[in-house]
């Protein structure tokens, strides 16, 4: 069965950092991208970033950029999330997720991906 197992997750002071990792169990695919999703208390979720396990390419959200990283460990099927200058409005629940048919145009649509993590909250205790 594949799965997504995130870890990570936790309260953090503001301007704190923190690393989220997800790993992608038994893949079927070879060629496919994984990212991060986040959902705040009362908002849509919404696309962070996400990188091609295959080619290393890393996309991210407006609103991340500079703060925060995407890096993979393709051997071990594993993306880390590297969160920096963490502030209040950073606060949600971030949800890893695979896809296989990833491109630049389909990124930030969550419904293109195919696997999903259950999520882990991360809070900025400011």
Not at 106 to 116: A, C, F, P, R, S
Request: hydrophobic content about 35%; charged content about 15%.
């Amino acid at each position: 069965q594949v799965q997504l197992v995130e870890s990570g997750g936790g309260l953090v002071q503001a301007g704190g950092s923190l690393i989220l990792s997800c790993t992608l169990s038994r893949p079927t695919f070879s060629n496919y991208a994984m990212g991060w999703f986040r959902q705040a208390p009362g908002k849509e979720r919404g696309f962070v970033t996400t990188i091609s396990m295959s080619f290393g390419s890393a996309y991210y959200a407006d609103s991340v950029k500079g703060r925060f990283t995407i890096s993979r460990d393709s051997a071990k099927n594993t993306v880390y999330l590297h969160m920096n200058s963490l502030t209040p409005e950073q606060t949600a629940v971030y949800y890893c997720a695979a896809g296989e048919r990833i491109t630049t145009s389909t990124m930030t649509v969550g419904e293109k991906y195919d696997y999903w993590g259950q999520g882990t909250q991360v809070t900025d205790s400011a």
